[in-house]
């Protein structure tokens, strides 16, 4: 089971976009993983254990665990690159 | 006709909704099983803030009168954030008509050749459905209720077109606009007193920025410490026993980590509206010359906005203390309360220094304005059955100019206020459109962020 963080800046919105487009893709790719969404403020704290985190914000910090910006699921532009970059990380 | 929205609105926000949902669903194409469950978890979303919004209510807004009667400091009205003013916003009369009132003036704006924002940020049209709430409480207009909602998406959209390049040369997001309700409005603000900073001899050579801060005091700035911490505070200026005290702590802890666990399902209910307005503004809109218009979330991870999202947090309850008068107790936003300096950030270019100056004004205006709202706020709140009884107030968008403005302009009750402010804010906002047209928002090389790593450090003199 692959554990999976998506941030934003407060668990609401765009969060709840890309955590839904990347539980779609991962069923669809028969990836176990628990895709759970919090606060960026919160990422210093959560990151522990996680796999990867996916951000819609620009993060500039390194949290010991693989980054991904998802502003593509968002805007969509650039999503199937996203989802390539997810996909490497997890697999 | 009339008879069945009455009976409909009377039903409240999470049977109501659930049924526009799903019938939108069903119109979208999204099939019989999609349609239904997203209109269920819509109210899901709704039955969910009710209930934390009740614990926030219930049990801050007591501690907070006994505080305010022990210490005579006001400060009793407590702020129930973005989380909680947005449901407030969607299950008003505005509420189900408002996005494609607000995707209709852009599509508009867009044909006209007026702006070059493309919104594609659906969630954020509950910042001028608020507007339209507002103005449609104060006046009972259902019709000037939407005029409020027109205002405010016209405008925003114009300042996403003027923000534009601080957002690609600070913040490095190429072709996108931030046109957003809290973040964006206070923009122009920043725009005048960076000006005005780069004028005051010494003054003007003040720079720091940090990216420290977020390492030492990162965890101030978690809503499980911030919550807490209020709450033990205000416990025991309230003069509670400890155990109250520490109930109290326990309690707005909860309420910081609940919020946006259930307003999320009120955005995951939304998700096929949403996923069908962006695709029809993608089809229709497509160039190198547009903005794609996102949610200012994606500027919140930017190392200077996280060290000013943690300065904010004491920060404000320290102005919301100062300010003569002040009813409004600072809370539900805090955990966020990045947002409101997140662009400013971009206009300082990192400067920390500038960033506190000008994120202060902005936080005393808004928590000004939010005073003025608390009559009309509460309104809203009890026709929406989000509070059954006490008094409510948000920061983010109960504070913001435009709201107030429009409010006060149909619906006059506080003259002097509406002057003062009316006209800081029209002359701020011209002011940025002439540095807009002179390109000098974003004028010289910046500092970014990845050059300035270094910890308080002053540069030049």
Same mark, same amino acid.
């Given at each position: 089971m692959k554990k999976v963080l998506v941030a934003c800046g407060g668990a609401v919105a765009t969060s709840t976009v890309a955590a839904n487009k990347i539980r779609e893709l991962l069923k669809e790719k028969n990836i176990p993983a628990d895709v759970s969404q919090c606060r960026v403020s919160e990422l210093g704290s959560k990151a522990a254990g996680a796999d990867l985190i996916v951000t819609t914000a620009k993060v500039d910090r390194d949290y010991g665990v693989p980054v991904i910006h998802g502003v593509a699921f968002i805007s969509g532009v650039g999503v199937e690159k996203t989802k390539q970059q997810i996909l490497d990380v997890l697999n | 006709m009339?008879?069945? +929205?009455?009976?409909?609105?009377?039903?409240g926000p999470a049977v109501m909704l659930p049924l526009v949902i799903f019938v939108i669903g069903l119109l979208l194409r999204q099939g019989v099983g999609k349609s239904l469950r997203s209109g269920i978890i819509i109210g899901v979303g709704f039955v969910g803030i009710g209930l934390v919004i009740s614990l926030l209510t219930d049990n801050l807004g007591p501690a907070a009168q006994d505080?305010?009667?022990?210490? &005579?400091? *006001?400060?009793?009205?407590?702020?129930? %954030?973005?989380?909680?003013?947005? @449901?407030?916003?969607?299950?008003?009369?505005?509420?189900?008509?408002?996005?494609?009132?607000?995707?209709?003036?852009n599509v508009l704006m867009l044909v006209f050749k007026m702006t070059r924002v493309v919104n594609v940020d659906i969630w954020n049209i509950w910042h001028m459905t608020f507007t339209g709430a507002i103005v449609s409480t104060a006046t009972g207009s259902f019709w000037l209720g939407i005029l409020g909602v027109v205002v405010h998406s016209a405008f925003i959209y114009k300042l996403g077109d003027w923000f534009a390049p601080t957002v690609d040369k600070h913040f490095g997001l190429e072709g996108i606009a931030i046109p957003h309700g809290s973040g964006t409005w206070s923009a122009?603000?920043?725009?005048?007193?960076?000006?005005? +900073?780069?004028?005051? @001899?010494?003054?003007?050579?003040?720079?720091?920025?940090?990216?420290?801060?977020?390492?030492?005091?990162?965890?101030?700035?978690?809503? #499980?410490?911030?919550?807490?911490?209020?709450?033990?505070?205000?416990?025991?200026?309230?003069?509670?026993?400890?155990?109250?005290?520490?109930?109290?702590?326990?309690?707005?802890?909860?309420?910081?980590?609940?919020?946006?666990?259930?307003?999320?399902?009120?955005?995951?209910?939304?998700? @096929?509206?949403?996923?069908?307005?962006?695709?029809?503004?993608?089809?229709?809109?497509?160039?190198?010359?547009?903005?794609? %218009?996102?949610?200012?979330?994606?500027?919140?991870? &930017?190392?200077?906005?996280?060290?000013?999202?943690?300065?904010?947090?004491?920060?404000?309850?320290?102005?919301?203390?100062? !300010?003569? *008068? &002040?009813?409004?107790?600072?809370?539900?936003?805090?955990?966020?309360i990045g947002f409101f300096v997140s662009?400013?950030?971009?206009?300082?270019?990192? &400067?920390?220094?500038?960033?506190?100056?000008? *994120?202060?004004?902005? /936080?005393?205006?808004? !928590?000004?304005?939010?005073? /003025?709202?608390?009559?009309?706020?509460?309104?809203?709140?009890?026709?929406? %059955?989000?509070?059954?009884? *006490?008094? #409510?107030?948000?920061?983010?968008?109960?504070?913001?100019?435009?709201?107030?403005?429009?409010?006060?302009?149909?619906?006059?009750?506080?003259?002097?206020?509406? !002057?003062?402010?009316?006209?800081?804010?029209?002359?701020?906002?011209?002011?940025?459109? !002439?540095?807009?047209?002179?390109?000098?928002?974003?004028?010289?090389?910046?500092?970014?962020?990845?050059?300035?790593?270094?910890?308080?450090?002053?540069?030049?003199q």
């Open positions: - | 009339m008879a069945v +929205l009455d009976y409909l609105l009377d039903l505080m305010a009667d022990r210490f &005579n400091l *006001g400060l009793s009205v407590v702020d129930v %954030g973005w989380p909680g003013a947005a @449901p407030m916003a969607w299950a008003s009369s505005i509420g189900t008509v408002a996005i494609p009132v607000a995707i209709l003036v122009p603000f920043a725009v005048v007193i960076d000006a005005i +900073l780069d004028k005051i @001899p010494g003054i003007r050579k003040v720079n720091f920025n940090s990216t420290k801060i977020e390492d030492r005091f990162g965890v101030i700035g978690e809503p #499980v410490i911030i919550g807490a911490a209020l709450g033990l505070i205000i416990g025991f200026l309230a003069g509670y026993p400890v155990s109250d005290v520490l109930q109290l702590a326990v309690q707005m802890s909860a309420v910081m980590v609940l919020m946006p666990t259930v307003v999320k399902f009120i955005m995951e209910g939304l998700l @096929p509206i949403a996923e069908a307005a962006r695709e029809i503004l993608d089809k229709r809109f497509q160039g190198q010359n547009l903005y794609i %218009g996102l949610d200012p979330a994606l500027l919140l991870g &930017n190392s200077q906005v996280v060290a000013a999202s943690l300065i904010f947090v004491p920060l404000t309850l320290v102005i919301a203390v100062l !300010i003569p *008068g &002040n009813q409004v107790l600072p809370f539900g936003d805090l955990a966020t662009m400013a950030v971009g206009i300082h270019k990192g &400067n920390l220094f500038r960033t506190i100056i000008s *994120g202060a004004v902005i /936080m005393a205006i808004t !928590i000004w304005i939010a005073n /003025m709202m608390i009559g009309v706020h509460t309104e809203l709140a009890r026709q929406t %059955g989000t509070i059954q009884s *006490g008094q #409510v107030t948000s920061l983010d968008q109960g504070g913001s100019p435009i709201s107030f403005i429009l409010t006060e302009l149909l619906h006059l009750q506080n003259l002097v206020p509406l !002057i003062i402010i009316g006209s800081l804010y029209l002359f701020s906002v011209i002011f940025t459109y !002439i540095q807009f047209k002179r390109n000098k928002i974003y004028a010289e090389e910046a500092v970014t962020t990845e050059e300035a790593g270094y910890e308080s450090t002053r540069t030049g």
